[in-house]
């Protein structure tokens, strides 16, 4: 960051941890000037909002993300608040969301202070919008979120990953979507889908693409 320059009071975005685990990931770029941080911030904002190709900016592509709109038609285009992540994981898939997780983002905001600016989408477990089934489609319980950030302060970029309240969610109709999502949940509680997040923040900040 360039002497003298402090990130003021922008919101936290970030929702308040209460239980089950949590996990922060983060990767950073440094230009030097804040003039060149702001045109990259342009650029990793979009590869934010671009969800679809999030496969191929992961080094560790574990999952494969594709953008749907409200009625769980695919898209591609730049991600907007209403939308779903249609999310094939390996493995067995959940029934209720006919073979795939399904988060909603409930959020995208965007600030600045004159000085600093950031992004944020925040995505919860959702129904499958393509069925009738009530349950969750995703392996966490609806009070986890994951939120994606994207911060251009002072000269710096930094991409970040944000997951709060992740608890299995095992109290679904189907006593096999139940099993499935404990051990899905338990792997990812050990630590199996940092490096999954990890290589998309990096990528994010990528500057050598």
Request: charged content about 25%.
């Amino acid at each position: 960051m360039v002497k003298g320059l402090k990130p003021t009071a922008m919101k936290n975005e970030v929702p308040e941890q209460h239980e089950g685990r949590k996990m922060d990931t983060t990767a950073k770029a440094i230009f030097p000037s804040i003039a060149a941080a702001r045109q990259f911030y342009a650029i990793a904002k979009s590869r934010l909002l671009n969800v679809y190709n999030w496969a191929e900016i992961c080094k560790v592509p574990l999952s494969v993300f594709t953008l749907t709109d409200d009625t769980g038609a695919t898209v591609r285009r730049e991600a907007k608040e209403g939308d779903y992540l249609k999310i094939d994981i390996p493995g067995p898939g959940t029934d209720a969301g006919n073979g795939f997780d399904w988060v909603r983002i409930e959020k995208i905001t965007e600030e600045s202070d004159g000085i600093n600016t950031s992004i944020s989408l925040q995505a919860r477990p959702a129904v499958n919008p393509l069925g009738d089934d009530i349950a969750i489609a995703h392996f966490f319980k609806d009070a986890a979120t994951s939120t994606f950030q994207i911060k251009q302060i002072g000269n710096e970029v930094w991409a970040e990953e944000h997951g709060r309240n992740e608890v299995p969610n095992t109290d679904t109709p189907s006593t096999g979507d139940n099993w499935r999502n404990r051990i899905v949940g338990w792997t990812a509680a050990i630590g199996l889908s940092y490096p999954q997040w990890k290589s998309l923040v990096k990528g994010l900040v990528e500057t050598q693409n």
